[in-house]
C-alpha cells in the first residue's frame, strides 16, 4: 500500500533518491529485475511517477545504479570474509571464494541482475550514479586478483600470472553459483570448491 509521503524540504533531494533505490531493491528482491518498474515504486515511495525523473533518466538507470551497489555490496562481503580468517594467504583466498558463492545464495536476484549486460555502455549510458557501466565490478573483481596476487608473493602458488589466474577462478565461481542456482539436486562432490581454487589458482600442495 502506497504511504503518504511530506514534501522533501530543500536539500532533501538526496534522501528521495535513497528511497527509491531502496525500493527498487526490494522490488528486485521479491520479485525479480522484472518487478523493477516506475510505476511501483513510485507508487510504494509514496511519489508521482515523473518525480522519479529528477534522479533517474530511466528505469534503466535506476537498475544500473542497483548493480553498482550490490557490487560494492559483494566488495565489502568478500573484504570482510577475509578479515575474518587472518593473514595466511590461501585460506584468505578460499574464505573469498566461499563468500562469493553464499552471497549468490543470500541475494539470488540481486547476484543475477549484476551479469545482465548492463556492463556494456551501448546498454546503459554513463550517469552521476554510474560514471562507466563498462567498468562495473572492477573493484570487486580487485579483490580477487589481490588474494591471488598474495598467495603467489608468499610462494605458495605455482604461477605469476596473477591476473588470468584471478580471471579464470573469478569464471568458474560464477558458473559454479550458477549451476548452483539451477540444478540445486545435483550431487555436488564434497570439496569442489577448494578444488576449483587450488587448481585454477595453481597452488602448490
Known amino acids: 500500500m502506497s504511504k503518504t509521503r511530506t514534501r522533501n524540504r530543500r536539500g532533501e533531494g538526496i534522501k528521495l533518491r535513497q528511497e527509491i533505490l531502496a525500493v527498487a ?3 528486485l528482491d521479491e520479485g525479480g529485475e522484472a518487478a523493477v518498474t516506475l510505476r511501483d515504486i513510485a507508487f510504494t515511495v509514496g511519489i508521482s511517477t515523473p ?4 534522479h533517474f533518466t530511466d528505469r534503466e538507470a535506476i537498475v544500473a545504479a542497483l548493480v553498482s551497489e550490490t557490487f560494492n555490496l559483494l566488495e565489502t562481503d568478500l573484504r570482510a570474509a577475509m578479515e575474518q580468517v ?24 540481486r547476484y543475477r541482475v549484476l551479469f545482465g549486460g548492463l556492463w556494456s555502455d551501448k546498454t546503459v549510458q554513463p550517469t552521476a550514479e554510474v560514471n ?19 598467495c603467489q608473493r608468499a610462494g605458495v602458488a605455482s604461477d ?3 591476473f588470468s589466474d584471478a ?16 540444478a540445486p539436486l545435483f550431487p555436488w562432490p564434497a570439496g569442489l570448491l577448494d578444488q576449483m581454487v587450488n ?3 595453481l597452488l602448490r600442495d
Open 25 to 27: 531493491a526490494d522490488l
Open 51 to 54: 518525480s522519479i525523473y529528477a
Open 86 to 109: 587472518g593473514p595466511n594467504p590461501v585460506t584468505r583466498l578460499r574464505a573469498l571464494a566461499t563468500a562469493y558463492l553464499d552471497f549468490a545464495v543470500r541475494w539470488p536476484q
Open 132 to 150: 562507466s557501466t563498462s567498468r562495473m565490478g572492477h573493484s570487486a573483481f580487485g579483490v580477487l586478483l589481490e588474494a591471488v596476487d598474495a
Open 160 to 162: 605469476t600470472d596473477a
Open 167 to 182: 580471471a579464470g577462478l573469478w569464471a568458474a565461481l560464477h558458473g559454479l553459483a550458477q549451476l548452483h542456482a539451477v
Open 199 to 201: 587448481r585454477l589458482a
